[in-house]
């Protein structure tokens, strides 16, 4: 069992906007801001999609951002587009004996 | 351009041994923590082990300690996983990357390890 909680599957339409939860504790999510996000297509290798909760690297769509409250993480996707279809996962820094953690992962269907 | 290539992967037998290798180019290996990271097939990504720029320190993933060691050498610009003890739920795609700030940035390409008699 992941340390890190997240939805099994969501999905949306074309052009709507998505939200993905990662639910932690204050050891981990709540006590650090140390929360990435990855997607990872079919065969793929991850990819780096946010850093420190918000934080975007160089050649992310900005339709891709992050945000914390409390002990929840949230990766949201506005104007959903084919191509999000994708595993998504998330990962924190944990004060636990394992000091990095992922989520279980999200599977993002685009109807 | 960042490049991270993973070798070393095969079929091992359970409590077998094997030597996974990360070379790494394309930005200064020596300032960076890096990562081991896997993913059993069809499963999620689970993190596995990590060490600091000078190699003076490590942590892993409970599950994995006493049998895997992390390793660098920064003249060569690689990075190493020593698995041993090896069992059927060590099978996994492993990725090498490079870490920052809580989040890993370039990832190399995987190497399976399949664990089997």
């Known amino acids: 069992q992941s340390a890190l909680t997240q939805p099994a599957s969501v999905s949306g339409s074309p052009g709507q906007s998505i939200t993905i939860s990662c639910t932690g504790t204050s050891s981990d999510v709540g006590g650090y801001n140390f929360v990435s996000w990855y997607q990872q297509h079919p065969g793929k290798v991850p990819k780096l999609m946010i850093s420190?909760?918000?934080n975007r690297p160089s050649g992310v769509s900005d339709r891709f951002s992050g945000s914390k409250s409390g002990n929840t993480a949230s990766l949201t996707i506005s104007g959903l587009q084919a191509e999000d279809e994708a595993d998504y996962y998330c990962?924190?820094?944990?004060?636990?004996?394992?000091?990095?953690?992922f989520g279980g992962g999200t599977k993002l269907t685009v109807l | 351009e960042v490049q991270l290539v993973e070798s070393g992967g095969g079929l091992v037998q359970p409590g077998g041994s094997l030597r996974l290798s990360c070379a790494a180019s394309g930005f200064t290996f020596s300032n960076y923590w890096m990562a081991w990271v896997r993913q059993a097939p069809g499963k999620g990504l689970e993190w596995v082990a990590n060490i600091n720029q000078d190699g003076s320190l490590k942590y892993y993933v409970d599950s994995v300690k006493g049998r895997f060691t992390i390793s660098r050498d920064n003249a060569k610009n690689s990075l190493y996983l020593q698995v041993s003890s090896l069992r059927a739920e060590d099978t996994a795609v492993y990725y090498c990357a490079r870490s920052g700030k809580g989040s890993m940035r370039y990832w190399g390409q995987g190497t399976l390890v399949t664990v089997s008699s």
């Open positions: 420190e909760v918000s």
């Open positions: 990962s924190s820094y944990t004060s636990s004996s394992t000091p990095w953690v």
